[in-house]
């Protein structure tokens, strides 16, 4: 697996619109993980990072590198700095039982068939929590921030698309080694085109 930090460009207006729009980062993104227009691009994950004032960058968790050509002219100078690192996930999780981790993702239930999200903190760490049961982790301790209502369109002419998202932070432990890996491969809840879902994780002393 691949772990690419990408440094934004705020004064390029598809950097802007790209943040405005999580369908349109995605689709960025989506164009960087396909090595040509009639391939399908390679499994991957992301999640916008705010590191300052007038600092976002993207963190990108792929099965291939991207490849920074793929970008057409119009992306030139999208972004100052984009760093590919690889990385084993099954290594990882051999080095201990605790994990420092970071999750944005759409707290939500279904009910009478419609999705709605979940507002309350306590709600929150109980859906958490149940994504632990199912993904191999249990939480030792979490912290909420940045909650958010992030607004896409799939496509030009089609319905909006209002997710409400929370950024969790906090440490875990590792129940079920093959379950977790899974996980951190595929994702946490609804919404990975929109951002969300990506599960990072770093070891910490048992």
Known sequence: MYLTHIQLDLDHPLARADLADPYEMHSTLARLMSPSDDQVPS???????????????VLLQ????????RLDVKH???????RTKQFNAEELLKRGDRFLFRLRANPSVCSS??????YREDEQL?????QGERGGFNIESATISQAQRSIGQRRKGAH???VFDV????????ADAALLLATVEQG???GKHMGLGLLSLAALSS
């Open 62 to 69: 792929s099965n291939d590198a991207p490849i920074p050509e």
């Open 113 to 118: 068939g419609k999705r709605h999200g979940l």
């Open 160 to 162: 909006t698309v209002v």
């Open 76 to 82: 030139r100078g999208w972004a100052k700095a984009l």
């Open 188 to 190: 946490v809840g609804r």
């Open 43 to 57: 499994n991957f994950l992301w999640r916008s990072e705010i590191s300052g004032p007038q600092k976002i960058s």
């Open 126 to 130: 109980a859906w958490l929590g149940r």
């Open 167 to 174: 950024l969790f932070d906090g440490v875990l432990l590792k």
